[in-house]
Structures are given as structure tokens and as C-alpha cells.
């Protein structure tokens, strides 16, 4: 779990609100991260129903993706409670020296899946 929940929220949130057309608003008590009151693209957990973790959660393209990215760094990527099936993944935020420009790249990946395309023509993020 993260020593610092508010500091790694506060990364996220300049991450994710920098990207055209973001929101954020509480879904099922934890802040979620949204396209203009459309589709979530990343949320934040912390010991998210007691489980000592500490994630961003992010969109991926299924199963296949996931997979990979938990074979290719198991300590940083997992399969979140609950939304791992609709294909999201969580990547922890907990470990010294956490990259937050690689979590920001997979955000705006997220991001690029749901953001309406008059985002994207535009040159997206």
C-alpha cells in the first residue's frame, strides 16, 4: 500500500485532467476518471475492499494484452477485482521509484480507447 495515497492521486489527476475532455467523479467511492460524462478511462484505489493495494486502473484491449503485461512485470500489473473482465488492468503505485511516466502512457492509452473521436482528429493528447 502507498505511504503517500494523496500524493499518488494528485499524480494521477494531473495525468488524466490534462487529457482533452477529462472529468473525474467518485464511482463506488473512489475517484474514476471519465471522457466528458461518458466513459471512464482510469480510476484510483486504495486498499480497495481491504486489499493493502494501492492502483491505477486502466483500460486494455482484452485478455491477450492483460496477459502480456502481467507476464512482462508481474510486481507492477495484475488483475483487478471485479473489472478484469471488462478488460481493465491495475498497475501499482506502491513500489519505490514508481514510474509515473510509463502509468501516464498507459492512461493515455486508456484515454485513446473511449475518448470520442473528435478528440482523437484533433490531435488527442
Same mark, same amino acid.
Given at each position: ?8 492521486? @494528485? ?6 485532467? $490534462?487529457?482533452? !475532455? ?6 463506488? !467511492?473512489?475517484? !474514476?476518471?471519465?471522457? @466528458? ?9 486504495? %486498499? ?14 482484452? $485478455?491477450? @494484452? ?32 514508481? %514510474?509515473? %511516466? ?21 490531435? !488527442?493528447?
Amino acid at each position: 500500500m502507498s505511504p503517500d495515497q494523496d500524493g499518488d492521486l @494528485e499524480k494521477l489527476r494531473a495525468i488524466t485532467l $490534462a487529457l482533452p !475532455g477529462a472529468e473525474e467523479r467518485l464511482s463506488h !467511492g473512489a475517484p !474514476g476518471f471519465l471522457v @466528458e460524462g461518458g466513459k471512464f478511462f482510469a480510476y484510483f484505489w486504495h %486498499d480497495h475492499h481491504g486489499d493493502g493495494e494501492t492502483v491505477v486502473l486502466v483500460k486494455t484491449t482484452g $485478455a491477450d @494484452e492483460m496477459d502480456a503485461l502481467i507476464d512482462a512485470d508481474p510486481a507492477l500489473y495484475f488483475k483487478p477485482a471485479y473489472l478484469a473482465s471488462s478488460g481493465w488492468i491495475a498497475i501499482r503505485t506502491d513500489a519505490p521509484g514508481t %514510474d509515473w %511516466d510509463h502509468i501516464g502512457d498507459r492512461v493515455a492509452q486508456s484515454w485513446e480507447m473511449v475518448a470520442p473521436r473528435r478528440f482523437l482528429e484533433a490531435g !488527442g493528447r
